[in-house]
């Protein structure tokens, strides 16, 4: 399994970004799928997962209404719209698939990582 995130950058407070992730050696039908963040000194953390298996999604609560978790099955593709950017959104964004289950939001359940895409968000 591979993915490789993209569409990291520098943006204002109030911006927005599209971050993708193409995945290869996965098929996006059976198991759980998400962004997480690492900013610095911090944990990482879930973002958005969507259960490829149903559909449902997860949002942590301080990206609620502002991100959006979607996937293109035909390109295999993830992404995560993220709207209204704020400074503490600033941090390394990893996309990672689970081959075991259908929807977790702690990072020990995922078992394929990408590299990361780094997001700034200036004041």
């Known amino acids: 399994v591979q993915l490789v995130e993209s569409g990291g950058g520098s943006v204002q407070s109030g911006g927005s970004l599209r971050l993708s992730c193409v995945v290869s050696g996965f098929a996006l039908d059976h198991y759980a799928i998400g962004w997480f963040r690492q900013a610095p000194g911090k944990e990482r953390e879930a973002v958005a997962v969507?259960?490829?298996?149903?559909?449902?999604?997860y949002y942590a609560r301080p990206v609620k209404g502002r991100f959006i978790i979607t996937t293109d099955d035909v390109q295999n593709t993830v992404f995560l719209q993220m709207n209204n950017l704020k400074p503490e959104d600033t941090a390394m964004y990893y996309c990672a698939a689970s081959t075991t289950v259908t929807m977790a939001s702690g990072p020990e359940f995922y078992d394929a990582w990408g590299q990361g895409t780094h997001v700034t968000v200036a004041s």
């Open positions: 969507i259960s490829t298996n149903d559909g449902s999604t």
